[in-house]
């Protein structure tokens, strides 16, 4: 007998067919109430599952060559949700007719967060940030039972710390489990989880969301967001660190795009 719970009606997995190919990558199309609403309903019983949220960076690094791409490529294919975070990749997508719905990952957690669905005494686990960040978010939204922990830099090369974190996750379980190291780490760790077939709860790979709900970072004002300029807004606030980011790598989406139109692959 299958030990997993019954699939739901309203669960993604159940809809893998309908999801919508865009520059390489297949997106959920749900916008940010369906895509919450899915993570919210999806039993907590149900077998362990992650989210991604691939914005403009994420697809220039899914569109390269070799072994590594191409095992990060099957990483966001076996996403549960893999929806559009970035404005610009919606923009994009409406010039060439494709309906790609926007869902900014940092306004995903916030909602999950900041809108109740976590109750005062529910696990969250978190891996990732730092211990005065968890203490500002229990402190914020009264989550009393965070689990933490912070691996070490360059953990994603050393097998004994990826199983650390591996462990960690499993031995605290959580509806929601939190994976705030930065991309692609937090997606290769939580492939590694899944792989090992245990455990239940869904591993949402968030970025930088932590630091915008605890307020070590601030997020652009909304009609920079709503106008795709949220990226000009980091720049400006860390250029040392994102100016190779936002003005060399993710830059390369267009040339994506125009070689994509092109060649009418999609």
């Known amino acids: 007998m299958d030990p997993r719970p019954p699939r739901q009606d309203n669960d993604p997995e159940t809809t893998t067919a309908n999801r919508l190919p865009f520059l390489g990558i297949a997106y959920t199309p749900l916008d940010l109430p369906a895509a919450l609403r899915a993570c919210v309903t999806r039993p907590a019983g149900a077998p362990l599952a992650y ?33 559009n975070d970035s404005r610009i990749v919606g923009a994009l997508a409406r010039l060439r007719g494709v309906p790609l719905p926007v869902c900014p990952g940092a306004d995903l957690v916030a909602r999950l967060i900041g809108d109740g669905h976590v109750g005062a005494d529910e696990p969250v686990t978190v891996i990732g940030g730092t211990a005065p960040m968890i203490a500002t978010l229990r402190e914020r939204y009264g989550l009393r039972r965070l689990y933490h922990h912070d691996p070490p830099f360059g953990f994603e090369h050393d097998p004994a710390e990826m199983d650390r974190c591996v462990r960690f996750i499993l031995e605290n379980p959580a509806r929601f489990i939190l994976l705030a190291v930065g991309s ?40 920079m967001q709503r106008r795709g300029l949220e990226w000009l807004h980091r720049l400006l606030s860390e250029p040392r660190r994102l100016w190779r980011r936002y003005l060399v790598q993710s830059p390369r989406v267009f040339l994506i795009f125009l070689r994509r139109a092109v060649l009418a692959r999609e």
């Open 51 to 83: 989210v991604v949220t691939p914005n403009a960076d994420h697809v220039v690094r899914l569109n390269e060559t070799g072994a590594a791409a191409g095992a990060l490529q099957a990483i966001y294919r076996d996403a549960w949700l893999c929806v």
């Open 184 to 223: 692609p780490r937090q997606e290769r760790l939580a492939a590694a989880v899944v792989a090992g077939g245990q455990g239940t709860g869904l591993a949402l790979c968030i970025g930088a969301s932590l630091e915008f709900l605890t307020g070590i970072k601030s997020r652009a004002p909304l009609w």
